[in-house]
């Protein structure tokens, strides 16, 4: 899967089935060249453009599910 495919995919907790967003950055291990963690950032952009919010950083591990709209994912977001 390409990252364009993957960052165009909804985020979705399924602790409480709130979307986080849409995936906007990832970290991979260089030399096997798999994710480690995705990122999604807080809030909309607007608000993430003149507040300096901490985007939120999924572990690989909690991913569930890769479907081929949405990614769910079991975290506990405060």
């Known amino acids: 899967m390409l990252f364009s495919e993957l960052k165009c995919k909804e985020v979705i907790n399924i602790k409480d089935c709130r979307s986080l ?3 906007c950055d990832m970290e991979f291990d260089e030399r096997t060249g798999c994710i480690h ?3 999604v950032p807080r809030g909309n952009k607007w608000e993430n453009f003149f507040k300096c919010r901490e985007d939120i950083v999924i ?3 909690d991913i569930k599910q890769i479907g081929p709209d949405i990614i769910l994912v079991d975290i506990c977001v405060d």
């Open 37 to 39: 963690k995705i990122i």
């Open 59 to 61: 572990c690989f591990r």
């Open 21 to 23: 967003g849409k995936v």
